[in-house]
Protein backbone atom coordinates (compact mmCIF):
# COMPACT_ATOMS: atom_id res chain seq x y z
CA UNK A 1 0.00 0.00 0.00
CA UNK A 2 2.69 2.52 1.04
CA UNK A 3 4.35 1.70 -3.00
CA UNK A 4 1.26 2.67 -4.69
CA UNK A 5 0.92 6.04 -2.62
CA UNK A 6 4.47 7.34 -3.52
CA UNK A 7 3.46 6.04 -7.16
CA UNK A 8 1.09 8.51 -7.36
CA UNK A 9 2.51 11.15 -5.40
CA UNK A 10 5.43 10.98 -8.14
CA UNK A 11 2.73 10.97 -10.40
CA UNK A 12 0.75 14.43 -9.53
CA UNK A 13 4.19 15.72 -8.96
CA UNK A 14 5.21 14.94 -12.81
CA UNK A 15 1.84 16.69 -13.50
CA UNK A 16 1.95 19.62 -11.87
CA UNK A 17 5.50 20.46 -13.36
CA UNK A 18 4.13 19.61 -16.60
CA UNK A 19 1.54 22.17 -16.36
CA UNK A 20 3.74 24.86 -14.97
CA UNK A 21 6.63 24.45 -17.87
CA UNK A 22 3.38 24.63 -20.10
CA UNK A 23 2.31 27.91 -18.90
CA UNK A 24 5.87 29.35 -19.25
CA UNK A 25 6.15 28.53 -22.92
CA UNK A 26 2.63 30.10 -23.46
CA UNK A 27 4.55 33.45 -21.60
CA UNK A 28 7.60 33.14 -23.83
CA UNK A 29 5.22 33.30 -26.94
CA UNK A 30 3.00 35.66 -25.67
CA UNK A 31 6.02 37.79 -25.03
CA UNK A 32 7.46 36.84 -28.39
CA UNK A 33 4.42 37.72 -30.71
CA UNK A 34 3.88 41.15 -28.33
CA UNK A 35 8.00 41.91 -29.35
CA UNK A 36 6.94 41.43 -33.24
CA UNK A 37 4.11 43.44 -33.27
CA UNK A 38 5.97 46.01 -31.12
CA UNK A 39 9.44 45.76 -33.81
CA UNK A 40 6.75 46.09 -36.78
CA UNK A 41 4.79 49.40 -35.28
CA UNK A 42 8.34 50.82 -34.58
CA UNK A 43 9.81 50.07 -38.35
CA UNK A 44 6.32 51.50 -39.81
CA UNK A 45 6.28 54.64 -37.88
CA UNK A 46 9.75 55.05 -38.82
CA UNK A 47 9.71 54.47 -42.28
CA UNK A 48 6.70 57.58 -42.01
CA UNK A 49 8.13 59.84 -40.26
CA UNK A 50 11.21 59.44 -42.45
CA UNK A 51 9.19 59.98 -45.91
CA UNK A 52 6.86 62.55 -44.02
CA UNK A 53 9.97 64.53 -42.94
CA UNK A 54 11.84 64.25 -46.20
CA UNK A 55 11.16 66.91 -49.36
CA UNK A 56 7.85 66.89 -50.85
CA UNK A 57 9.50 66.85 -54.52
CA UNK A 58 11.17 63.44 -53.65
CA UNK A 59 8.63 61.29 -54.65
CA UNK A 60 5.73 60.92 -57.52
CA UNK A 61 2.11 61.83 -56.48
CA UNK A 62 -0.06 58.84 -56.21
CA UNK A 63 2.02 56.31 -56.90
CA UNK A 64 3.80 53.92 -55.12
CA UNK A 65 7.45 53.73 -54.60
CA UNK A 66 10.02 51.57 -52.72
CA UNK A 67 11.49 53.79 -49.75
CA UNK A 68 14.97 52.71 -51.46
CA UNK A 69 13.96 55.16 -54.56
CA UNK A 70 12.78 57.90 -52.07
CA UNK A 71 15.05 58.06 -49.86
CA UNK A 72 19.13 58.38 -49.87
CA UNK A 73 20.71 56.20 -46.83
CA UNK A 74 23.55 55.54 -46.76
CA UNK A 75 23.46 53.41 -43.58
CA UNK A 76 23.93 49.21 -44.90
CA UNK A 77 21.41 48.24 -42.22
CA UNK A 78 19.09 50.71 -42.66
CA UNK A 79 18.66 50.72 -46.37
CA UNK A 80 18.71 46.66 -45.95
CA UNK A 81 15.32 47.03 -43.45
CA UNK A 82 13.15 49.35 -45.91
CA UNK A 83 14.53 48.12 -49.43
CA UNK A 84 11.42 45.90 -49.90
CA UNK A 85 8.65 48.39 -48.40
CA UNK A 86 6.88 49.91 -50.84
CA UNK A 87 4.69 53.54 -49.70
CA UNK A 88 2.25 55.57 -51.62
CA UNK A 89 2.01 59.48 -51.21
CA UNK A 90 -1.77 61.39 -52.11
CA UNK A 91 -0.71 64.97 -51.53
CA UNK A 92 -4.38 66.98 -52.35
CA UNK A 93 -4.23 70.88 -52.14
CA UNK A 94 -7.31 72.02 -50.11
CA UNK A 95 -7.49 75.68 -49.99
CA UNK A 96 -5.33 78.26 -52.12
CA UNK A 97 -6.29 81.85 -49.94
CA UNK A 98 -4.79 85.39 -50.26
CA UNK A 99 -4.91 87.49 -47.01
CA UNK A 100 -4.07 90.90 -47.31
CA UNK A 101 -2.24 92.77 -44.46
CA UNK A 102 -2.33 96.58 -45.04
CA UNK A 103 0.41 96.81 -47.33
CA UNK A 104 1.56 92.71 -47.40
CA UNK A 105 -0.25 89.96 -49.05
CA UNK A 106 0.13 86.37 -47.36
CA UNK A 107 -0.88 83.97 -49.71
CA UNK A 108 -1.74 80.58 -47.65
CA UNK A 109 -1.91 77.19 -49.22
CA UNK A 110 -2.74 74.31 -47.48
CA UNK A 111 -2.43 70.37 -48.32
CA UNK A 112 -3.67 66.81 -47.20
CA UNK A 113 -1.47 64.15 -47.76
CA UNK A 114 -2.13 60.77 -47.34
CA UNK A 115 0.59 58.48 -46.82
CA UNK A 116 -0.40 54.83 -46.91
CA UNK A 117 2.48 52.11 -46.11
CA UNK A 118 2.58 48.14 -47.93
CA UNK A 119 -1.17 48.83 -48.51
CA UNK A 120 -1.85 48.46 -44.26
CA UNK A 121 -1.07 51.86 -42.44
CA UNK A 122 -2.54 54.98 -43.42
CA UNK A 123 -1.80 58.28 -41.40
CA UNK A 124 -2.58 61.97 -42.70
CA UNK A 125 -0.86 65.23 -42.21
CA UNK A 126 -2.44 68.44 -42.63
CA UNK A 127 0.14 71.33 -43.70
CA UNK A 128 0.31 75.08 -44.24
CA UNK A 129 2.50 76.66 -46.60
CA UNK A 130 2.59 80.49 -46.32
CA UNK A 131 4.24 82.55 -49.46
Same mark, same amino acid.
Given at each position: ?16 ? &??? @? %? ?6 ? +? =?????? *???? #? ?6 ? &??? @? %? ?6 ? +? =?????? *???? #? ?59
Amino acid at each position: MKKSFFIIEVMISILLI &SGI @I %LSLFKIKN +N =NLNFLN *KYND #NTLVNSSF &SVV @I %LNNINNYK +N =NEKQYL *KDII #NIKNTNVSNNIKDIKIQVKIKKLKDEEVKLEDTKINIISYESTYTLANKFTKKIYTIKLN
